[in-house]
C-alpha cells in the first residue's frame, strides 16, 4: 500500500518570503514522488519529480523539493514567494516496482499576500 | 492546455439522464486514467487504461463505466447518477513502459465540472 499526507490544509506567506509545503509518504518500496499545481478550474499541472540520484529536484517556476529518505519526506520549496504561486499545491506517489496507480494527497492551499 | 481536452467542461445532469464525459489526449502516451477530485479529498483514481490492461477501481460504481476505444480516446459513460458524484472529473495521460509501470510523469486535462441534481 502507498499514501501520502500533506499536514497543512493551508500556508499562507508573505510574496518575497521563502514557501515550504509539506509532503510525507509511506510505500513498501522505493518511491517515484511527483509534486503538482492546480490553478482555478484547470487541471493539474506537474511541476517536478524525484526517480533517483540527487536529492535536490529543480522543477518549474523555481520550484525545488528535496527528498528525505530517512524521513519519508518530499517537501516543496520556492525562496522567493510570487503573488501568482497562489494555487492548490499536491503531492503524489508511486512505489516504483509494485504499484502503477498515483496517490495523491488531499493538497495544500498556498496564499501568496502582496 | 491543448495536451490533454476535455469536454464538457461543465455537465448539469438529473439523477435519471444518461451522459458521457469524453478525453483525447495529444501527447501520443499509452495510457489513460480517470480520476474524481472532490473538496478537501485526495484525488479518487476510478480507472486506468494502458496499452497491456485495464484496471478497474473495485469500489467505482456501476453507475460510472468506462471507454477507451484506442490509445488516444477515453470515455466515462455517466447513468442514474447520484448528488454525491457531483465533483470534477479529471482525465490524464502518461505513458507507460512494457510492464505498466514507470517513473512518467501524467498530464492532466482541465476536468469536467459535474453537477448532479
Known amino acids: 500500500a502507498q499514501s501520502v499526507a500533506q499536514p497543512e490544509d493551508q500556508v499562507n506567506v508573505a510574496e518575497g518570503n521563502p514557501l515550504t509545503v509539506k509532503c510525507t509518504y509511506s510505500v513498501s518500496g522505493n518511491p517515484y514522488l511527483f509534486w503538482y499545481v492546480q490553478y482555478p478550474n484547470r487541471g493539474l499541472q506537474f511541476l517536478l519529480k524525484?526517480?533517483?540520484?540527487?536529492?535536490l529536484v529543480k522543477g518549474s517556476y523555481g520550484f525545488e523539493a528535496e527528498f528525505n529518505k530517512s524521513q519519508t519526506s518530499f517537501h516543496l520549496k520556492k525562496p522567493s514567494a510570487l503573488v501568482s504561486d497562489s494555487a492548490l499545491y499536491f503531492c503524489?506517489?508511486?512505489?516504483?516496482?509494485?504499484?502503477?496507480?498515483?496517490?495523491f494527497g488531499a493538497g495544500t492551499t498556498v496564499t501568496v499576500r502582496a | 492546455e491543448t495536451g490533454v481536452t476535455q469536454t464538457p467542461r461543465h455537465l448539469v445532469m438529473g439523477m435519471t439522464n444518461k451522459k458521457s464525459l469524453k478525453c483525447e489526449q495529444h501527447l501520443g502516451h499509452n495510457a489513460m486514467y480517470w480520476y474524481k477530485q472532490s473538496a478537501k479529498k485526495p484525488l479518487e483514481l476510478m480507472f486506468v487504461?494502458?496499452?497491456?490492461?485495464?484496471?478497474e477501481n473495485n469500489s467505482v460504481p456501476s453507475r460510472f463505466s468506462p471507454e477507451c476505444p484506442n490509445s488516444s480516446h477515453l470515455f466515462l459513460h455517466l447513468h442514474t447518477l447520484q448528488p454525491e458524484d457531483s465533483a470534477l472529473y479529471l482525465c490524464?495521460?502518461?505513458?507507460?513502459?512494457?510492464?505498466?509501470?514507470?517513473?512518467?510523469?501524467?498530464?492532466f486535462g482541465p476536468g469536467t465540472r459535474l453537477t448532479v441534481t
Open positions: 490524464a495521460s502518461s505513458q507507460v513502459d512494457v510492464r505498466g509501470i514507470g517513473a512518467y510523469e501524467q498530464y
Open positions: 503524489a506517489v508511486r512505489d516504483r516496482l509494485n504499484d502503477y496507480k498515483l496517490s
Open positions: 487504461y494502458n496499452f497491456k490492461e485495464q484496471t
Open positions: 524525484y526517480i533517483t540520484g540527487d536529492n
